[in-house]
Structure formats: C-alpha cells, structure tokens
C-alpha cells in the first residue's frame, strides 16, 4: 500500500447492505396462521403475513408441490431476466407476464387474468416490506459517514432500485446514490465508475469499492483502479479460479472496518 489515506468508500446494495434474495423467498412464504419469526429468517418479520403461496393455492386449488413449482419458475425467471425499456413495457408488465408463464407452465391452460397481477403485486410489496437496513448497518454507515464520503452504486432497472432505496430509507446514510439502470453503463463499465468518483470529487484511488458481486463489483473497481475491493460473501466461498481476486474477503459488511483500518 502506498500509505494514501482513503477518502470514499462505494457500497452496492443488493445483498451487501440488504438482503434482497432472501426478502424474495419470504415473500413467496404462506403464513396466514403465524408470523415469520427472526429466528428462522434473521430479520423481525413477526408484523408481516406473506400470502402469495395461498392465494395461488386457494384461486387454482393447487397441492404444495404445484405452487411450490409455480414460485421457482418465476424466481428463475427473474433471475435471467433481461429488461429493455425502450420496448414500450414497464418492468411491472414484464414481472406479471413471469407470473403469468410461470403459472401456464406449471398447470397448463389460462388462470384469471387478475391473478398474476395479484401474485406479482403481493410479492412485490411484501418484498419491499422486509427489506430493511438492520440497526446494525445503520451504526455502520453513520460512523463510516464521519470519516469518509459515502456512495450507493447499485446496478438494476431504475423503479425496481429506486422503489428499495425508498423502502429501507438509505438516502441519509449517503453523499450521493447511483442507480445503474439510470445511466448508459452500469457495473462493471467504467463509466459508471468514473461518475461515481466525479460526483464526490475524489480520485480511483481513493475509494474502496464493497460489494458482494465478484463479476460486477469487484471486477468493476479493480478496472476502475480503485485503492482496493472488498468482496462480501457470506457463504464463505472460496473465489473461483477464473474470477477477479478480491483484495479482501469478509463474511459481512459489519467487518469493514477491520479492513479500512489496514488501509490508513
């Protein structure tokens, strides 16, 4: 290390500072008879009843199995998604028409045409619902904030990104947040890098760059030449021979600043 100070530290959001894959699995969960305790999910979900699996069961009279198969489509289905919003579709047309396949693939045949908008729409919002900045993480950014600039870079359709912001309250934590499907290029482009530094006015080198994608975060600040990249990885996973190599490895963003104090 050349012993020059870090001065900014870019976040991503998605399963760095909130638990996104995890918020979309609850909101698949049935629960009309008892709430989803912390221990079973590491969040306070006790207030919040998730009924997308019973209403898919109770419209169409479908077994476990068969709205289990249902959910699984459309979670794969949003996971390869691709959204073109210059084809005149909102990303909220584009989700429902997955509930709608998922449901045809798995039973065949035409369901009301309501009901994918209801799926759609219940697992939309008790997605954002659960989502939560823990009190945690909070501590963590008000104390980063005291001694660095602080970015949220987070790639992602512009609603769908703007709708989490919005829902975990995360814009006091920040000096400026970048929302990839509002710009031309998003992680790992450099572009988007160099926005980022120029919005908060310091160099690649002064910025450590934290995030849980090796493929878009890390990899898009080692091209950026920021001072190091932190990858976060809470399955422990080695990284792959064919990846990146981050410059730091941690189980969660709450150990950061171990890291950051090896970089005075």
Known sequence: MDGKRVKAVLFDLDNTLIETSRAGGVAMLKCPSHAVMESDVKYNYSRIVFETSELLKTTLALDDVTVSSICDKFKQKLFH???DPSAGRSIDEVRVGHWEDSIQEAVGGCSKPSLA???????????LEVLSLSPEICNLLKQLRSRYKLLLLTNGEAQTQREKVDAVRCEEFFDAIVIG????????????FTLCFNML???AQDCVMVGDSLDTDIQGGFDAGVRATVWISSAGGAVPDASV??????????????ILAQLK
């Open 81 to 83: 998604e691709s959204f």
């Open 117 to 127: 908008a209801q799926c759609y729409y219940l697992w939309k919002n008790s997605r």
């Open 181 to 192: 499907g509002e710009h031309a290029e998003q992680k790992p482009f450099l572009s988007i």
């Open 201 to 203: 006015e310091v160099e």
């Open 245 to 258: 190599k981050p410059d730091y490895t941690i189980p969660t963003v709450l150990d950061l600043p171990d």
